[in-house]
């Protein structure tokens, strides 16, 4: 009954060129149910950047005192894209994270998780190559390979490892991706 504090979550929508950044570490007051989420969801998306949210028209936190004691807390509306998203989540530290494609024809998660496992132990100063992890997953239509080019681009710039996996032969709703993505990555990586 808690919330992971150190995920976020970047749900980008193609059409309008926003994404909705979700930090479980600044949220508060959130119940565990779907039906909380979607209210909390729908108001960050709905509600207009001002003073009463302390969030300005760029997604940034503007008034502090005012975000903190919002609903908005942790929900940040922003411009930009999928591809913005990575580049903010692999600049966020260096060494930067590895990154994980979610694709159908992708190696099982399993094994990627056993290659992962040498680069993230080193992590804390030992000079490991990687500083935690970045998933990138597609819709219900999943990612094409177009998709995924500007990903494996942007890992690529910023020297981070990128691994396209799958987690198996069956179509999976984006929800219960994430789900399975945590128990391998708790598993088989580290425990949040």
Known sequence: ????????????????????????ASIRRLQPDDFSVAVRLHAAMASPAGPAGGVGPGGE?????????SDRRGFLLRPGST??????????????????????????????CARLQPLLR???????????????????????????????????GAGAPL??????GVVLFSSHSIVLLHHYLDKLLHAC
């Open 122 to 156: 080193r992590q804390a100063g030992e000079g490991g190559a990687a500083r935690g992890v970045v998933v990138v997953l597609g819709d219900d239509r999943g990612l094409l390979d177009d998709d995924g080019a500007p990903v494996a681009r942007l890992a690529g």
């Open 83 to 112: 591809e913005e998203a990575v580049r903010a989540a692999l600049a966020e530290s260096d060494p930067p994270p590895a990154v994980l494609l979610l694709h159908a024809r992708g190696e099982p998660i399993e094994a990627a």
């Open 163 to 168: 691994l396209r996996v799958s987690l198996g």
């Open 61 to 69: 936190v503007c008034d502090a005192a005012a975000y903190s004691q």
């Open 1 to 24: 009954q808690s919330l992971r504090g150190t995920a976020c979550v970047s749900l980008c929508f193609k059409e309008e060129a926003q994404r909705l950044e979700v930090r479980g």
